[in-house]
């Protein structure tokens, strides 16, 4: 499993990230797919945000943004987790989630 450092300060930003590494990773063209997200809640205040690519054939690849660590967790269609992603700075979910 690979480890990388990123310095996120939007949203925005770390929804192309996580995006563009899907596409990068399986070879799919940027933008081809469909992405869904949901915010993840623990005790009724957010903890991460769920990410789902809707690739082709039917295959989802996933990735979560955990709160706690301030990492996101990809995983492949399978489940096996293929990249750790540690973020410097992120951006705000308390303002997303509201």
């Known amino acids: 499993m690979l480890i990388s450092i990123l310095q996120v ?6 929804r192309e990230y996580v995006n ?3 596409c990068d990773h399986y ?7 469909q992405m869904t997200e949901k ?8 903890c991460g945000i769920y990410f789902c690519l809707h690739g082709p054939r039917a295959v989802k690849f996933s990735a ?3 709160t706690d660590h301030n990492q996101i967790l990809f995983y492949s269609s ?9 973020l410097l700075e ?8 509201a």
Not at 39 to 46: C, E, F, Q, T
Not at 78 to 86: A, N, V
Not at 90 to 97: D, G, H, I, N, Q
């Open 39 to 46: 915010i993840l809640r623990r005790g009724g205040k957010p």
């Open 9 to 14: 300060r939007h949203l925005t930003d770390l």
């Open 64 to 66: 979560i943004w955990e």
């Open 20 to 22: 563009e590494t899907f």
């Open 90 to 97: 992120a951006p705000s979910l308390e303002r997303v989630a």
């Open 78 to 86: 399978s489940g096996e987790r293929f990249l750790k992603t540690q």
């Open 27 to 33: 070879q799919l063209q940027i933008g081809a797919f």
